[in-house]
C-alpha cells in the first residue's frame, strides 16, 4: 500500500482530543486509517508531549490502526506494545547530538582488538561496520510486508548534514526502495549499494527552544513533514490537572507564556506537559516542586543575566 499524504496542519494534544474530525492528521476522508507521512518532525517548546507523540505515532504506524483507535486505548497497554515492538525491532530509537556522526548512524571503519592470553592487545584491525540506522534499514529489507518505526529524539542538536550524508535523498517517499523513482547509492566504506526501504517512517522530535526550524538544514526541511505542538492548558483542564486548591494553575500557565512570548517569543514558552503530575497529586508542595525544578530554571535559562524579567 502506497500512502498519499496530504497537507498537514497543526495538530492538537492526541491524548485528550474529544472530536477527531477535528484532528489534523493525514487521512483520506472514505477511510478509518490514518495515513502518516514517512518522514515528519514534532518541533515545539519543552514539556508539550513530543516525545510521547512519537510513542503513539509508532504504534499507530505498526500496527495500521488510526491515530483515534490507539488513543482510545488505554495508555499502559500502548506503551507495552511499544516496547515489545522495539524489542522486536520494529522500532528503533536514537538521541541526536553534537558528535553523533555519520559513521555511527550508517557506517564506518571501527577497530577491533585482539589480545594474548594475558590479556594484552596483540593486534589492531579495522573493519567497516553498520550504523544504526542501516541495520534498521537492512533489518526492514526481510520484512516488507511490515512496516518499522525509526525515531530520532533531538533532530535538530546533530549536524543533518553531516550524519545523513547522502542518504538525506534516499529518505525522500518518492525515492524509496518500493516505489517508481527508488534510487541507491554506493556507501563510500564498504562499496555497497543501499537504498531505504519503502516500509520505513521516520519520525523526529525538536525542541524550538534549543534551535529555530529557519535555522535548519534546508535539504531536512524539504524533505520532512513538520507538526507544530505548543503549550495547551486545555489538557490540564481535561486531565483535572488545573487546580491546586484556589489557584488556576491553567490560567497560570497561559499568562506565563504570554509574558515569555512578550518578552522573548513563542518558541521558548513552557510546555503543559510539566504539570500533568498535578493530576495525581494536587498539592501546593507538589506545584511548588514543578516550579522549583523546572520552571524557573527554565526561566533562568531563557533570561540568563536579565533576572529582572523572571
Not at 14 to 23: A, C, K, L, T
Not at 31 to 57: Q, R, V
Not at 59 to 88: F, G, M, Q, T, W
Request: contains cysteine.
Amino acid at each position: 500500500m502506497i500512502l498519499k499524504p496530504k497537507i498537514l496542519k497543526n495538530v492538537k494534544d492526541v491524548e485528550y482530543m474529544d472530536d477527531f474530525d477535528d484532528w489534523y492528521i493525514f487521512k483520506e476522508n472514505s477511510s478509518d486509517y490514518a495515513e502518516l507521512p514517512k518522514n515528519m518532525i514534532f518541533y515545539g517548546p519543552p514539556g508539550t508531549g513530543k516525545t510521547y507523540h512519537t510513542l503513539l505515532y509508532a504504534v499507530a504506524v505498526i500496527e495500521e490502526k488510526s491515530l483515534s483507535d490507539i488513543v482510545n486505548e488505554p495508555l499502559e497497554d500502548i506503551i507495552k506494545r511499544y516496547h515489545h515492538y522495539k524489542a522486536d525491532g520494529l522500532i528503533e530509537f536514537t538521541t541526536f547530538h553534537q558528535s553523533y556522526s555519520y559513521e555511527e548512524f550508517i557506517e564506518g571503519i571501527r577497530p577491533v582488538m585482539t589480545s594474548d592470553s594475558d590479556n594484552v592487545i596483540s593486534d589492531v584491525k579495522y573493519k567497516v561496520s553498520s550504523g544504526l540506522f542501516k541495520n534498521f534499514c537492512d533489518r526492514a529489507k526481510q520484512s516488507i510486508q511490515t512496516n518499522h518505526v525509526f525515531i530520532i529524539d533531538e533532530i535538530n542538536r546533530g549536524n543533518i548534514a553531516k550524519i545523513f550524508g547522502e542518504l538525506i535523498t534516499l529518505i525522500e517517499p518518492s525515492k524509496r526502495i518500493g516505489q517508481l523513482e527508488g534510487t541507491y547509492t554506493r556507501l563510500p566504506y564498504s562499496k555497497e549499494s543501499f537504498g531505504v526501504p519503502d516500509n520505513i517512517y521516520i519520525i523526529g522530535t525538536m525542541n524550538t527552544a534549543d534551535r529555530s526550524i529557519a535555522l535548519m538544514d534546508t535539504a531536512l526541511r524539504r524533505r520532512f513533514q513538520f507538526i507544530e505542538m505548543m503549550p495547551d492548558s486545555d489538557v490540564l483542564r481535561k486531565i483535572h490537572a488545573d487546580k491546586v486548591e484556589d489557584l488556576d494553575v491553567a490560567a497560570v500557565l497561559d499568562k506565563i507564556n504570554e509574558r515569555i512570548t512578550f518578552l522573548y517569543d513563542r518558541e521558548h514558552t513552557i510546555g503543559h506537559a510539566f504539570f500533568t503530575g498535578l493530576k495525581d497529586d494536587a498539592s501546593l508542595a507538589k506545584l511548588q516542586s514543578i516550579f522549583e525544578k523546572s520552571v524557573i530554571p527554565l526561566l533562568q535559562e531563557y533570561f540568563y543575566e536579565d533576572y529582572q524579567k523572571i
